[in-house]
């Protein structure tokens, strides 16, 4: 069975890394299409907020991603981070 994780970094705010997991889901439509509202979402709130570096949607849609995944499968996947 496949899997799809969605996740991404939703740090704007000068330096710095947050990982997310914002679902898994069993069809690669559902995951889309909770991507699509949570990048919205949180778009919206990045406008409303006076400090934050994002200047268009766009920044906020290569920073969430779909992660297609095998079930039951040991895997080792790096989601990201920060290190300084």
């Known amino acids: ?4 994780l969605v996740h991404g970094n939703t740090y704007f705010n000068s330096y710095g890394y947050e990982e997310h997991l914002f679902g898994i889901y069993t069809t690669k439509d559902a995951a889309e299409n909770a991507r699509d509202l949570f990048i919205k979402e949180f778009y919206i709130q990045e406008m409303a907020n006076g ?23 040991i895997k080792d996947i790096y989601l990201g981070g920060y290190i300084e």
């Not at 400090?51 to 499968?73: C, F, G, H, P, R």
């Open 51 to 73: 400090y934050t570096t994002v200047d268009n949607i766009s920044q906020v849609m290569n920073a969430i991603q779909i992660l297609e995944l095998e079930a039951d499968k």
């Open 1 to 4: 069975m496949i899997l799809y």
